[in-house]
């Protein structure tokens, strides 16, 4: 069977996951210049929203997090992974259908679970109508990521990393195809372009399925359609999944009252839509990347009782992901505005839009560095089949998310959401940190990450100050239409260049760590 290699396995997620960030940057771009923070926009994203509110809670979370663990271990243990694996698919499948048909038929009620400030105004009718189109990417987006999991666990990551590109490049295509064939204007216009995307997202889950599918056929799992049944080992699937739905059902129970929060306040939806992408860049490259290949890295080598390789690789996974994503965070904080300006302020999408939305970038920048650590924390419950205590600890989460953001938004506003989201976010990781206290070795920080991580730190404090004054000595140029892009292209590599430059010099990380593991 094909090892694992850890960081040749995280910088080919990574990159193939910022090539999708990246093209998703245009996609927000030019659904910012058509709809900008409008009815039509509101009501598409929340649409958009409900299917992957539920993905988050049946594939990516609860399922799969149950699903990889046990189809590592069948295969470090030479076991008949390939039939529990279809037995999964179908299982998961028939499951899903049943769902959306229903989801389809009480959307209503779904729309006001989601945004409940759009009933009595034209948002609400829209954001249904949309939902209803949208829904059925719950079954492909699905299906899709537990054959990515089949492909990860087996060492294979380049398919199921490249896959969410189809999704930005369908998005794109319809936006494209709409402006240049309907001839409409104004509202006409935007509620065109709202119902042309709707109908891209089922269409994008459709190609993301077929080409996982294939692969996963090419790895010698070829999954087919047949009739589901219950075995001991679905069964037992199921039993370690409930816990991770019940903590998945509260993790986005936790997106719902932000959204809630936001729904009352005209433009806050799109606002924290739109902030949501930037920071989600570097949570996206680095984060999810590194928990992608963790979990089955860790499961396989928990199985064949490789504690010592299972401390490596859980230090070198979270020395990487903070070398990256501190700096990322502080950069969020201190360039905000000028991020935002240059990258969205176009079209219906106006200055005091760019205000708001910076705000909340720099809010939820101050957060990422715990989103990123839940990501290399969480496998260490998961890759031991322990499910329950997460659940516990994102119940913590919940109260506290509830209380930030609705107890703030009277005297803050919108931006009480991102707060919540953030605050929230480290206080998950200080749960998750204090539950590894009785696990074995493979848990524990070494002695080389507890000596870079504070070096990591005054790096991007560095890079921060850098940036501050880059920024204001650049700042005239962000206001010309002909200048701004090369403005901000510089300033990214003064902030890039300053930070591995100082976090060299004072021992943070070595430069030859990136390139070697770069050639891995």
């Known amino acids: 069977m094909k090892p694992i290699r850890l960081m040749s396995g995280f910088f080919t997620v990574g990159l193939w996951t910022l090539a999708s960030r990246l093209l ?39 399922f799969n997090m149950a699903f990889v663990p046990m189809f590592s271990k069948k295969i470090e243990g030479g076991e008949d992974a390939k039939e529990f694996a279809q037995d999964a698919f179908v299982g998961l499948a028939g499951v899903l259908v049943v769902f959306t048909v229903v989801a389809i038929v009480l959307m209503p009620a779904l729309v006001t679970m989601m945004a409940s400030g759009f009933i009595g105004s034209e948002r609400f009718d829209l954001a249904v109508y949309y939902g209803r189109i949208a829904f059925p990417y719950i079954l492909f987006i699905s299906l899709s990521a537990l054959l990515s999991g089949v492909l990860n666990a087996t060492g294979r990551f380049t398919a199921a990393a490249a896959a969410p590109l189809l999704l930005n490049i369908v ?33 994008a889950g459709i190609a993301q399925v077929t080409l996982v599918w294939f692969a996963a056929k090419r790895a010698g799992f070829p999954m087919r359609l047949r009739r589901p049944k219950m075995t001991p080992e679905l069964k037992r699937l199921a039993i370690i999944a409930a816990p991770a739905a019940l903590a998945g059902g509260v993790v986005q129970i936790n997106l719902l009252v932000g959204r809630q929060v936001a729904s009352f306040f005209d433009g806050a939806v799109a606002w924290l839509n739109y902030a949501d992408r930037l920071y989600q860049l570097p949570l996206g490259v680095v984060g999810i990347a590194i928990g992608v290949v963790l979990l089955p890295d860790l499961s396989r080598r928990l199985r064949a009782g490789d504690h010592e390789g299972g401390q490596n690789a859980f230090n070198r996974a979270s020395e990487i992901s903070l070398a990256l994503t501190v700096p990322a965070a502080v950069a969020l904080m201190v360039i905000s505005l000028p991020l935002v ?47 329950k205590r997460p659940f516990y600890y994102a119940l913590v989460a919940l109260a506290l998310n509830a209380a930030l953001a609705i107890g703030l938004s009277p005297f803050i506003g919108y931006i009480a959401a991102a707060v919540g989201t953030s605050l929230t976010g480290w206080a998950t990781v200080l749960l998750l940190l204090n539950g590894t206290r009785h696990m074995d070795g493979a848990s524990k920080f070494d002695a080389r990450f507890r000596q870079r991580l504070p070096r990591i730190v005054l790096a991007s404090a560095g890079m921060g100050l850098i940036l501050w004054v880059a920024a204001a000595v650049l700042s005239p140029f962000f206001g010309v239409a002909t200048l701004r892009y090369l403005a901000l292209l510089v300033l990214v590599l003064i902030g890039i260049v300053s930070y591995f430059g100082i976090g060299h010099l004072i021992g943070a990380f070595k430069l030859a760590e990136f390139k070697r593991n770069l050639r891995r």
Do not use: H
């Not at 926009?41 to 979370?61: K, T």
């Not at 509202?187 to 372009?193: A, E, H, I, R």
């Not at 079209?347 to 910076?358: E, P, R």
């Open 24 to 62: 998703g940057f245009v996609r927000d771009i030019m659904i910012a210049a058509y709809l900008g923070t409008g009815p039509v926009a509101e009501a598409f994203l929340v649409a958009f929203s409900l299917p992957n509110l539920f993905r988050r809670f049946f594939a990516e979370g609860a």
């Open 341 to 387: 300006s240059v990258l969205y302020e176009r079209g219906v999408f106006d200055s005091d839009d760019t205000a708001a939305t910076a705000i909340a970038v720099a809010i939820y920048g101050l957060g990422l560095p715990a989103f990123v650590m839940q990501k290399t924390l969480q496998p260490l419950y998961f890759a031991r089949e322990d499910t």
């Open 171 to 203: 998005f794109i295509s319809a936006l494209v195809l709409t402006g240049l064939t309907c001839g409409c204007t104004g509202v006409d216009n935007q509620t065109l372009m709202g119902a042309a995307l709707a109908y891209a997202v089922p269409i």
